[in-house]
């Protein structure tokens, strides 16, 4: 005969699971710094209830997830509107707990529930949230969860054209120059995912803020940092020359003003800036419906600019006969000019 001292625990449904998520992230207001015992207590129960929702989304290592029990807990994660609890408890939860949430965001965007995508139905009935978790890089001990939580979010066009197109947008402009490194390179990360992702969404925010937009970006391309000019250039060329923003990148090319800052790049002490910038510069030069003064411009310094590609070398590799090639086509073209 054997005896059975210890009662096995059975394992929470979906629905227990997020009532346990929900209720520990709620106790959360109650507690007050001066009750630090209590405020501990409180968020090791919300690392806890974590660790089970991590379990249940993506298996214990041993077994997989029941899909099942994935759907059930997503539907009821939207339900109980967890989504929004997470994304403004998030500067008081634990690194263990804010990196489970992180492991468990990417699951839950990605899961569908009756062919519908669930959490991104619920971020796109609920944008705001998507402000606050731009904001949060205001706070480097959170910036850089924000940050890959924002990311997983931009992949999703509704949420990416959201975020282009509200007021929060302009704070990237100020994030990515952040004098902490690793938030200010977290920041240009999500940036760049923001102009490089959906190019058509891009190109209609592009038509639409054009004027706003490339003002706020000349001063990154102008920024006294050389990670940030270096990022930005490179940055730009990747998005102007994409299929979709070809009517940006021809209205771009025949601005005097943005010529005048490739060409003052191209005089940069840093040889990789002045490569990345050749091309962009190369876009002005051979575009073959000039303007006068784009012309006048080029004449004007026609022996500088000529001085200054002779003397431009990508060095040994792949690609130096390409650049050779290119750089010799830009030399006829500006020798040609004549104002």
Same mark, same amino acid.
């Given at each position: 005969?054997?005896? *059975?001292?210890?009662?096995?625990?059975?394992?929470?449904?979906?629905?227990?699971?997020?009532?346990?998520?929900?209720?520990?992230?709620?106790?959360?207001?109650?507690?007050?710094?001066?009750?630090?015992?209590?405020?501990? +207590?409180?968020?090791?129960?919300?690392?806890?209830?974590?660790?089970?929702?991590?379990?249940?989304?993506?298996?214990?290592?041993?077994?997989? @997830?029941?899909?099942? !029990?994935?759907? !059930?807990?997503?539907?009821?994660?939207?339900?109980?509107?967890?989504?929004?609890?997470?994304?403004?408890?998030? @500067?008081? %939860?634990?690194?263990?707990?804010?990196?489970?949430?992180?492991?468990?965001?990417?699951?839950?965007?990605?899961?569908?529930?009756?062919?519908?995508?669930?959490?991104?139905?619920?971020?796109? !009935? /609920?944008?705001?949230?998507?402000?606050?978790?731009?904001?949060?890089?205001?706070?480097?001990?959170?910036?850089?969860?924000?940050?890959?939580?924002?990311?997983?979010?931009?992949?999703?066009?509704?949420?990416?054209?959201?975020?282009?197109?509200?007021?929060?947008?302009?704070?990237?402009?100020?994030?990515?120059?952040?004098?902490?490194?690793?938030?200010?390179?977290?920041?240009?990360?999500?940036?760049?995912?923001?102009?490089? +992702?959906?190019?058509?969404?891009?190109?209609?925010?592009?038509?639409? /803020?054009?004027?706003?937009?490339?003002?706020?970006?000349?001063?990154?391309?102008?920024? @006294?940092?050389?990670?940030?000019?270096?990022?930005?250039?490179?940055?730009?060329?990747?998005?102007?020359?994409?299929?979709?923003?070809?009517?940006?990148?021809?209205?771009?090319?025949?601005?005097?003003?943005?010529?005048?800052?490739?060409?003052?790049?191209?005089?940069?002490?840093?040889?990789?800036?002045?490569? *990345?910038?050749? /091309?962009?510069?190369?876009?002005?030069?051979?575009? @073959?419906?000039?303007?006068?003064?784009?012309?006048?411009?080029?004449? +004007?310094?026609?022996?500088? %600019?000529?001085?200054?590609? /002779?003397?431009?070398?990508?060095?040994?590799?792949?690609?130096?006969?390409?650049?050779?090639?290119?750089?010799?086509?830009?030399? +006829?073209?500006?020798?040609?000019?004549?104002?």
């Amino acid at each position: 005969m054997s005896f *059975s001292f210890f009662k096995v625990s059975r394992p929470k449904t979906p629905q227990e699971v997020v009532k346990s998520i929900k209720e520990s992230l709620v106790a959360l207001d109650t507690k007050t710094v001066v009750e630090v015992k209590a405020l501990e +207590k409180a968020l090791e129960e919300v690392e806890k209830n974590f660790v089970t929702m991590r379990t249940m989304l993506s298996g214990d290592g041993e077994s997989e @997830p029941n899909l099942d !029990q994935v759907s !059930q807990l997503v539907e009821e994660i939207c339900k109980e509107e967890v989504l929004t609890l997470v994304i403004h408890k998030l @500067p008081i %939860l634990g690194w263990e707990a804010r990196k489970d949430l992180v492991h468990c965001w990417s699951i839950l965007l990605k899961q569908k529930v009756d062919s519908n995508d669930c959490c991104v139905e619920y971020i796109e !009935q /609920h944008f705001e949230l998507l402000d606050v978790l731009v904001v949060y890089y205001d706070n480097k001990e959170i910036a850089l969860s924000s940050g890959i939580m924002l990311r997983e979010c931009i992949k999703f066009p509704n949420l990416a054209k959201y975020i282009l197109e509200s007021a929060s947008f302009a704070l990237f402009f100020k994030f990515v120059e952040l004098p902490n490194f690793d938030v200010s390179s977290d920041a240009f990360s999500t940036f760049k995912d923001l102009l490089t +992702k959906h190019g058509n969404v891009v190109a209609e925010f592009l038509t639409a /803020h054009y004027d706003e937009f490339f003002d706020q970006y000349e001063n990154l391309l102008t920024s @006294p940092n050389y990670v940030t000019r270096r990022q930005s250039i490179k940055l730009l060329s990747d998005f102007l020359l994409e299929s979709p923003n070809a009517q940006i990148m021809k209205r771009y090319i025949l601005e005097v003003r943005y010529l005048k800052v490739m060409m003052r790049l191209l005089t940069d002490s840093s040889k990789n800036i002045q490569l *990345s910038v050749f /091309h962009i510069f190369k876009i002005f030069v051979a575009n @073959p419906n000039k303007p006068r003064d784009v012309k006048i411009i080029l004449g +004007k310094n026609q022996e500088k %600019l000529l001085g200054l590609l /002779h003397s431009l070398s990508p060095g040994k590799g792949s690609e130096d006969e390409q650049f050779e090639e290119e750089k010799e086509f830009i030399i +006829k073209e500006i020798e040609r000019i004549s104002v």
